[in-house]
């Protein structure tokens, strides 16, 4: 199902979430009505790994968002404990962040849950498992596979991801120092592997607290979306995720819509 933009702003506008900040049930766009631009994520799973890499480019980029003056506003799947832990990792402020359950801001938006395949004799969580495990291997999830490689094999369209000095901890790897994609691959783009080690790392700290990050399985396939609104709530740009690491039109430059 699609919406025109009045339905998506007055749907959002509507929408009240457990804010992680304070566990308070708030407005979503609470404090966004001053504001040049408006950008509204709904992710996935917080422990989907999708998540975690779009909060890293917003970290990366956060001067550059601030000076252009939008406002973020996030809601994920998962509880207050959820929210406060992917909070902690990827230094995405509590204050932005809701979340809702049961996926139903998704619902009400159209999202594509998935693949949804029925296996009568599993559990709901054990079909979403399953289905998961599907779209990783790219089924209903056009696009994965490619997108893993490129993880691998670099990508000069990208910029570089890891500077020489900062040194890549928390991966079943000894630590990796920047330098180190520098004499595999040279300098000032994606790298071969640079991009699939900090995949990996997300990985490590999903699987090593996986109980908090997805306290509930049923959802694991369910994708999100990307909005982008002017001062009038009139939107701008909207991306629908369709595929596992699909979260952005541009995987190369995944913020690139912001500055257009």
Request: glycine share 10%.
């Amino acid at each position: 199902m699609l919406f025109n933009s009045p339905d998506i702003y007055s749907i959002l506008s509507q929408t009240q979430r457990l804010r992680v900040s304070d566990g308070e049930i708030k407005p979503v766009l609470d404090g966004c009505s001053h504001t040049s631009k408006l950008l509204v994520l709904i992710w996935s799973q917080l422990g989907d790994f999708d998540n975690l890499e779009y909060a890293w480019w917003l970290q990366r980029e956060k001067e550059q968002i601030q000076a252009t003056g939008i406002t973020i506003r996030a809601i994920g799947i998962g509880d207050r404990n959820s929210g406060i832990k992917f909070c902690e990792y990827t230094g995405f402020p509590q204050e932005w962040l809701f979340v809702d359950a049961k996926a139903q801001i998704h619902s009400l938006l159209g999202l594509y849950r998935g693949l949804s395949l029925q296996f009568p004799l599993l559990s709901t969580s054990q079909t979403a498992w399953l289905n998961l495990m599907l779209m990783c291997a790219g089924i209903g999830s056009p696009g994965t596979l490619k997108e893993v490689f490129r993880g691998y094999k670099g990508d000069k369209k990208a910029p570089q991801l890891i500077a020489d000095e900062e040194v890549v901890r928390g991966t079943p790897l000894p630590p990796i120092k920047g330098a180190f994609f520098k004499a595999a691959g040279g300098k000032g783009f994606q790298r071969p592997f640079e991009l699939a080690t900090l995949r990996l790392r997300n990985m490590t700290e999903v699987l090593s607290n996986w109980k908090i990050y997805v306290p509930d399985s049923s959802y694991l396939t369910q994708r999100g979306g990307t909005f982008l609104f002017d001062s009038q709530g009139q939107l701008i740009y909207e991306h629908r995720d369709r595929s596992i690491l699909g979260f952005a039109e541009n995987m190369s430059n995944p913020l690139s819509f912001l500055y257009k």
